[in-house]
């Protein structure tokens, strides 16, 4: 199953990630030198599979939101999120 990421063009820090067949998205943002994921959904499971126990809810309370992710945690997160 193809994954779909985008950026609108205001906010080019902000990828949002769907994937055909499963309800919500996984957005993934640098601010700050810091990256944070923020998901919804189908897509929390998926999530706290790789990068375990989220931080707290987001800024809308459907999502959960996980701070500090380490890149080789997003490497394993869209593989595990390309492999649905």
Known sequence: MAISISTKNADTWKMRIQIPGLAGDTYMCQQGGNVWVSASADH??????????PAHTDSQ???????NVQS???IEL???LDNV
């Open 72 to 74: 080789t945690d997003l």
């Open 44 to 53: 929390q499971t998926i999530c706290q599979q790789v990068l375990g126990y």
């Open 61 to 67: 309370e459907s999502y959960l939101r996980w701070d």
């Open 78 to 80: 869209l593989f595990q």
